[in-house]
Every structure is written in C-alpha cells, then in structure tokens.
DNA sequence: GTAATTATTTATCTTATGATAAAAGAATAG
DNA sequence: CTATTCTTTTATCATAAGATAAATAATTAC
C-alpha cells in the first residue's frame, strides 16, 4: 500500500508537486487493489466516479458498437486512466475499463477529489494538468487515425509500444487501430 | 469592445461564474479585433501563446501533411479557439488558425492568463472547466472518425452543424472529415 | 464584364479494407 | 493430458475510397 501510494506521489510530480498535506488528503480517499486479468474494473452504464491510477498490469478502455467490441484505448504501468467523458460530464459512460494483465491500481474516489479542490488548489492543478496532457495525447491521435492508412498505424504502434502488441490480444490492437482483426492480420502477414 | 467582452464574459457563465475583479483581471489581458475572411490568426510554426474567443465569424484550425492542406476543426460563434497541443506543452504548433468568414474575435493572452491562476483559483477552475469540455468532445469525435463510414461522417456532420457546410469550402469539410474532396463529392452526389 | 483563378463535380481505374467462412494455432478447464 | 474454447491466420469475394484527369461551376481581380 505504502509503495504503490508512493508510486503515485512520484507519478504527479511530473505535473505539479503536492505539499504533504495535500498528498495525505489525496491518500485519504484512496483504495489500493489488486486485480485479476480480465476482470472489469468499471461496466459499462455507470458514471465514472472514480480515477485510477495503474502501478502495475495493463488494462483498455472498452465498448460496444453494433455488438461488437472496440478498444478505445490501452494503459499501461505509471498511467491514470478515467473515462473523461463521463468523468467530466457527469454522465452514465457507454464504456468499461477491463483489466488484461493482472494489475496493481490505486482508486481515488473523484467526487471526493472534486471537493478537496476548493481546499487545495495546488491538488486542483495538478489534475488540471495530468488530463491537460491527456487532452493533448487524444488530439495527437485524431490525427493519426485520420491520415494514416492502417498498416501506417500499426507500424506507429508497433514503434511507440512494442509492448502492447506482445501482452495484449491482438484482437483488441485491431478496434484501437480502427480496423477488422482480419485485416490486422493481413497487414501483419506482410511485414 | 464593451459588448463583446460581455458576450465572453456570459459564455463563461456556463463553465464557472468568476467575480467582478476576476472579469476585470481577464479584460486586462485581452484584446478585441475583427479579422478579414481568409486571414491566418496564427501562422504555423510559433508556440501557442493566445486563447481566442469566436464571437462572430468562423475559423478553423488546419496543418498540412505532406504538402496537403488538413482542415483539424471549425470553430463558431460563441466558442473557443486554441491549438491546446502547443498551448499544454510549450511546443511550437504545426497548425495554424484561419479566419473563414469575416470575424469579431477576443484575443486572451495565455501566458498572463496562466499567472492569474495563482491569484485567481476561479479562473483557473474556469478554465479547467472549458477545456475538459474541448477534451470531452475530442474524445467523442475520434469515436466518430475511427467507427463510421465517409458518408455516415458526412451526414452526421450535417445533422450537428449543417451551417458549416453552408458558409465553409467543401475541400475544407472534406479533410475535416478525413476524405479527399472528390469523394466528398461523391458522396454528396448520392444524397 | 471579361479573364483568370479557384472550387466542385464527374469519370475511370486501382487498391485497401470489409464481410464471411474456414483452417490452424494457442490457451484454459477439468 | 485431452477436450473445449478462444484467438489468429488464410482465402475469396465485394465495396468504399484513393489517384488522376478533365469538365463544369463559382469567385475574384482587373
């Protein structure tokens, strides 16, 4: 507990540094957990309430279209992940977070952050600029899945993590790429 | 000059209702200007240092990829406009702003802004606000570019904003979608 | 108002990806 | 260890969108 928590003081220093009370507040409506693969985190249908933070083990943000399963993205170690647009909106998601590899998280019950706002405004900037970067990342990829062509974005995520497509089915790099698993397979056969 | 700050000032009542001296501490670091039709704001190349605020007119922010011109957005009255990839990080932007149809613009400077976050809690929670709404709708849109057809694009394009296809170049509309012009064309063909 | 430029459409041909089905390979449960 | 299930690949055919070129239409400059 005290490591994992530890882990996730480091991780906002990248952001904005925390006085010591700020950081006893945030551990204060913290859970640590560990969780099993492909066990769902968050189902689909609930507002998002809570923002994880991933210290080990990988999980992928999910949902269905037509039925059919597709990954809106993957979260690796030292990573929050939170479905901003219920997060932000207060309403019901359409997607879950699943865990794919056996995953050490740390929860932190948002609505509980949101008030600690008004307390510590350096807690309030720090989120302010964890998801400012995450703002950033999700603009970044609009354009690569706009005006690349498919094998162009597998190379890309090939390059950028490799590591992905060695732990994760690759069933779910094809919906993130935006392409059938078939075709994923058909680029794959030409490298 | 009076007018259109009260027109930003009600837009921000949306996000977060700010004190009479928060509103006189923005107005101090911002500027009105009326832009002529095909004018660049923001030229390519130079960091991001400039929050704007549409209030008439409209704008898009584009770039270019291998020599082509990439339409990324459009913005209307009453909304905000930054290139939030180069704002966020301090990098010089490879997109630029361009005024599509003659426009009444709020000019906030972005670097005095940040300062007055330190005074000023509510205008950094204002702004906070503001952009985890522009985050929200990039997250939405890539669902709509990675998971739908160039004509179900084009139809829902048409649904939300049919006033953009009236007043903005189709060659625009067609790299906005990720499609060249002539299928663009096609596909209004078929309607 | 005419010429020059720019934007849009139409046509043809090519290609990447989708849909479907089936085979091969890997993981998991008992 | 074997059977079952899940994942990935391969094959075939259909289709949406790209590339290129040329024709038409609309703007803009003079």
Redesign the interface.
């Known amino acids: 507990m005290i490591q994992i928590m530890s882990s996730l003081f480091q991780y906002f220093k990248n952001f904005n540094s925390l006085s010591k009370e700020a950081e006893e507040a945030i551990a204060g409506i913290s859970n640590t957990m560990c969780i099993k693969k492909n066990k769902d985190l968050q189902p689909i249908g609930y507002t998002c309430k809570t923002i994880y933070f991933v210290n080990k083990g990988v999980a992928r943000i999910y949902y269905h279209?037509d039925a059919i399963d597709?990954t809106?993205g993957f979260y690796f170690e030292n990573n929050i992940i939170a479905r901003?647009?219920s997060l932000?909106?207060g309403k019901p998601s359409r997607k879950a977070i699943q865990i794919l590899e056996e995953a050490e998280i740390v929860a932190i019950d948002a609505i509980a952050l949101f008030k600690l706002?008004d307390k510590f405004?350096e807690i309030?900037?720090l989120f302010?600029k964890i998801?400012?970067?995450?703002?950033?990342d999700?603009?970044?990829?609009?354009?690569g899945?706009?005006?690349h062509s498919a094998e162009e974005r597998y190379k890309a995520l090939l390059n950028e993590a490799n590591d992905v497509l060695k732990k994760v089915p690759l069933k779910y790099v094809a919906s993130y790429l935006?392409i059938t698993q078939v075709s994923l397979s058909r680029i794959r056969a030409l490298q």
Chains 1, 2 share one sequence.
């Not at 999700?138 to 354009?143: F, G, K, M, P, S």
Request: hydrophobic share 35%; aromatic share 14%.
């Open positions: 279209k597709i809106e901003v647009e932000f909106t706002y405004p309030e900037r302010r998801f400012e970067a995450g703002h950033v999700t603009v970044n990829r609009i354009e899945i706009q005006f935006g």
